[in-house]
């Protein structure tokens, strides 16, 4: 008698269901890489900018006014381009910031399938438009600003988007494990998007933003076509045609998992317990995070004299520790229990990491000293992060005090992330401010915030988790103990 073959057994001892879980993690993970994917070739190209201009080869034919900016973009060729690089990642940030709490609200009443597919495609569009600001020769500094701030509105239907999808999709068995793996797209995209826009960034930078937008537009396109945003009946049966699947004639095929209770108000999903904790929390957990993100790279470059390439290069080293302190946060905290203890504890160990010393003697010992450092910083800082933008804010949208409505989950996730959002708008703009006078000021800046993330987190830990959320007859939601 014939035996099936070993990968045939593999495969068909999944049931559909988890097929169905593994193609929709597996869609919102690339979904979401693209978004990141096309937020970091502006950390990279800022050192193209504004560079040492004495040190680089000018044509002869090139009539030279100023030997050390000659070769820098208009408007950033003035002594405060730090300041500039701090209003443009801002313009990014705030519009993302503000975004973000209505988000939440329109992606629980709008089918997410539409609504995270038109944001994909937007975002590629505006991406793409501020590096046709190279080709266009363009040199006004609103126009830029402009594009940034209008790319940071679109970007808010990410998140809540492909949380409330997973959410839909997932119970809270090993969320936290899971989650830690499915986020690591944030620090999959910074990688992706750092060396896409590193190839670019010496030669026509312009090509750094326009490749990523190519991208996430075509993302856009996949997310129309393929996305299933909740569990369905039929689907996970075994029906032998596309029309009894999604027949509007037959009874059991309009039968889905999701429940039909109204959305929840975005005052009645503050006074879920822990939501305004983990959200404060965030906010410097956030600051720090984004920082890095759009400073380190040209930090790199000033301290270790790389250029824009080697810097953008060496720096993703930093993401791809995120991924594994993302992974690891899960883990011990789905086995211990403690989502808050688990953060607090990384949060401590990471403080005295983020210091200008720390970071400037290792930069300028052996180059794999140098990346191991990067490595364990980036899984400190990023693993909390990571926990409270994933399982955290899944669990505080599926609280039990909620009794069974899935309708707050998106909204939730959009409170907490459009909390920790306005941190990372302040993080960067703080630093474009402070570097000037020393980048030691800006690790100090670094050090604060990771304390106060760790308070604030203690007393996440204490709050009350007895009390829930009731709707009344006339749709107001009270907070119950």
């Not at 960034?201 to 075509?218: H, K």
């Not at 203890?341 to 720390?358: G, K, R």
């Not at 992060?385 to 899935?406: K, P, Q």
């Not at 030691?440 to 760790?454: H, P, Q, R, S």
Request: charged fraction near 10%.
């Amino acid at each position: 008698m014939r035996s099936l073959a070993p990968g045939i057994k593999l495969i068909t001892s999944f049931s559909r269901d988890s097929w169905y879980r593994f193609f929709i993690l597996l869609l919102t993970f690339v979904f979401y890489t693209t978004y990141h994917l096309s937020r970091k070739p502006i950390s990279i190209i800022k050192s193209q900018l504004h560079r040492n201009c004495s040190n680089v080869i000018h044509p002869a034919d090139l009539n030279i006014t100023d030997n050390d900016t000659w070769c820098d973009w208009a408007p950033f060729d003035q002594n405060n381009y730090q300041n500039l690089f701090g209003v443009l990642d801002n313009c990014f940030l705030v519009a993302y910031a503000i975004g973000m709490f209505f988000s939440g609200i329109f992606g629980e009443r709008l089918p997410l399938r539409y609504y995270l597919s038109s944001g994909m495609i937007l975002s590629g569009i505006f991406t793409a438009l501020f590096g046709l600001g190279f080709y266009w020769q363009i040199h006004s500094l609103w126009y830029y600003c402009l594009v940034q701030a209008l790319n940071g509105l679109v970007q808010t239907t990410g998140w809540p988007a492909v949380v409330a999808c997973v959410g839909n999709w997932f119970g809270k068995g090993k969320r936290g494990f899971i989650m830690g793996i499915w986020n690591s797209h944030t620090s999959v995209g910074n990688i992706l998007g750092s060396l896409i826009a590193g190839v670019y960034v010496s030669s026509a930078w312009g090509l750094s933003f326009i490749v990523p937008g190519i991208i996430i537009a075509a993302a856009g396109v996949i997310c129309f076509l393929f996305l299933v945003e909740s569990k369905c009946l039929p689907l996970l049966r075994n029906s032998s045609s596309i029309e009894e699947i999604f027949s509007a004639n037959t009874s059991t095929a309009v039968e889905t998992v999701e429940d039909h209770t109204e959305a929840i108000s975005f005052c009645g999903a503050l006074r879920i317990p822990g939501v305004v904790e983990f959200s404060l929390c965030l906010l410097f957990a956030k600051l720090v995070s984004y920082t890095f993100l759009y400073w380190l790279p040209l930090y790199i470059a000033n301290v270790a004299h790389f250029d824009p390439k080697k810097a953008g290069d060496l720096s993703t080293l930093f993401d791809v520790g995120g991924i594994v302190g993302g992974i690891l946060a899960g883990l011990i905290s789905d086995y211990s229990g403690g989502r808050a203890t688990t953060c607090c504890a990384m949060l401590i160990i990471a403080a005295p990491m983020v210091s200008q010393t720390f970071f400037s003697f290792f930069l300028s010992l052996l180059r794999l000293r140098a990346k191991c450092m990067l490595l364990w910083c980036g899984a400190l800082v990023n693993g909390p992060y990571a926990l409270i933008t994933t399982a955290v804010s899944a669990d505080l949208g599926t609280h039990e005090c909620l009794r069974g409505n899935s309708r707050a989950l998106s909204t939730v996730t959009a409170i907490i992330d459009g909390t920790g959002s306005i941190g990372a708008a302040v993080g960067p703009l703080l630093a474009g401010l402070i570097s000037p006078t020393g980048w030691n000021n800006v690790f100090y800046m670094l050090i604060a915030a990771d304390v106060l993330a760790c308070l604030v987190r203690l007393k996440a830990d204490v709050c009350c988790p007895g009390s829930c959320i009731r709707r009344s007859e006339d749709g107001v939601d009270t907070l119950q103990g």
